[in-house]
C-alpha cells in the first residue's frame, strides 16, 4: 500500500510550545549550514515541526532573529579576544593572541561572521551596537594600552591611524 510506504512527518508541535532560545538555536544551525541566504521563518519552522506562524508569535521578523544571532556572535567573539588578551602580559603578544582569535571565530562561525560583517549583515550589526562593539573595544584597549606604556613606539595622536591600519590589515586577512 503506497500509503505506508509514504513518509510520515512528524506530528505539529503544539502552539505555544516553542521557546525563543530553540527558535534562535534552530536560526543559528540553519545559517551554520547554509547560511543567511539560506534562512526564512519557513525553514525555521520546518526544522522545529510548527506552523510558519509559531516563531512570529516570538518575535516580529526574521531581522529581529538576525540581530540576537549578532548579539550572541558578539559575546561570543568577545570572550575569545578577552582570553586572548589575557593570554600574555606583551602587547605585541596579546595583539597576536587577539588576530589569531578573530581568525579562528571567523573560520569556525563561517555564516555568522559574514552576518556579522559583511555589507549586508555590517549595516545590520551597526544597528545593533550603534557604540563601539565590545570586541572592537578589546582590539582598542590593547593597542592604546600599548602606546601609553611605551612598548608601541608611537604618540598618543597616532593611535586612531594605527588602530585603523591594524583593524584593516587584520580583516582583510580574514
Not at 32 to 59: N, Q, T, W
Request: proline content about 5%.
Amino acid at each position: 500500500d503506497s500509503a505506508d510506504t509514504a513518509e510520515k512527518k512528524p506530528p505539529r508541535r503544539a502552539r505555544g510550545s516553542l521557546s525563543r532560545d530553540e527558535i534562535v538555536r534552530a536560526a543559528f544551525d540553519i545559517i551554520r549550514v547554509d547560511g543567511v541566504e539560506g534562512l526564512s521563518m519557513r525553514r525555521i519552522a520546518d526544522k522545529l515541526g510548527c506552523s510558519v506562524a509559531s516563531p512570529y508569535a516570538h518575535f516580529e521578523n526574521q531581522e529581529e532573529i538576525l540581530r540576537i544571532l549578532i548579539t550572541n556572535g558578539e559575546k561570543i567573539l568577545t570572550q575569545d579576544l578577552r582570553k586572548a588578551q589575557a593570554s600574555a602580559t606583551d602587547v605585541y603578544d596579546q595583539l597576536d593572541a587577539i588576530a589569531h582569535a578573530y581568525w579562528n571565530f571567523a573560520s569556525e562561525n563561517r555564516h555568522l561572521h559574514r552576518l556579522m560583517f559583511s555589507a549586508s549583515g555590517g549595516k545590520l550589526y551597526r544597528r545593533s551596537f550603534p557604540t563601539l562593539p565590545t570586541s572592537y573595544r578589546v582590539f582598542l584597549e590593547t593597542i592604546r594600552r600599548g602606546i601609553s606604556s611605551g612598548t608601541i613606539p608611537h604618540p598618543r595622536k597616532s593611535y586612531p591611524a594605527i588602530a585603523s591600519t591594524m583593524w584593516a590589515w587584520m580583516y582583510g586577512l580574514i
